[in-house]
């Protein structure tokens, strides 16, 4: 199971790492709201590899059998893993490559919310998100916020594989 797990960990990292760095690096007239798609479907296709490791334990390593238990341990295990990476990828990009990112997305955020809002709900919302850009100003709570929403989207898959995967003798 801890082999599956390194191995499926690597390859949802490898994926979520390559389109997560990819939508950063070529950003040079990218909307935030496409680096926001670029974020969710690193997200998401690093977490597929939860299904394909459970679908490879079972089918190879333990003769077609596994418990609802096990497959939703070794999906969250490669959850954690995808989330680890990510999250350090995402410090990384917030500390050395893009130092102005919190500034930058929150003008992003605000010159969006002011074509949309009438002027005294503007000023309402715009307070709230520049409180909880705040947040985002310490890479270590950034991290901590990226970890905690890959590892929850991977804990939807991980139980949807479980149910789906599962098989008893």
């Known amino acids: 199971m801890k082999n599956t797990i390194i191995k499926f960990g690597i390859y949802a990292s490898l994926v979520g790492g390559f389109i997560f760095i990819g939508g950063h690096f070529f950003d040079w007239n990218i909307d935030f709201g496409v680096l926001e798609i670029f974020g969710y479907a690193s997200i998401f ?17 333990n003769d077609g059998i596994v418990s609802f238990k096990n497959a ?13 990476v990510i999250a350090f990828l995402d410090v990384i990009y917030v500390t050395v490559i893009n130092p102005d990112f919190v500034s930058e ?12 809002l009438p002027p005294e709900e503007f000023e ?28 929850a989207i991977g804990i939807i898959i991980s139980l949807l594989s479980s149910l789906i995967l599962q098989r008893k003798r």
């Open 105 to 116: 997305y929150l003008q992003y955020a605000l010159d969006g919310m002011k074509n949309t």
């Open 124 to 151: 309402t919302q715009k307070a709230i998100l520049e409180e909880q850009m705040k947040l985002f100003e310490s890479p270590v709570i950034a991290g901590l916020i990226m970890f905690v929403t890959v590892f």
């Open 45 to 61: 296709a690093s977490l597929s590899f939860v299904f394909f490791g459970i679908k490879h334990f079972r089918d190879n390593i």
């Open 72 to 84: 939703l341990l070794i999906g969250l295990a490669i959850s954690a893993i995808a989330g680890l």
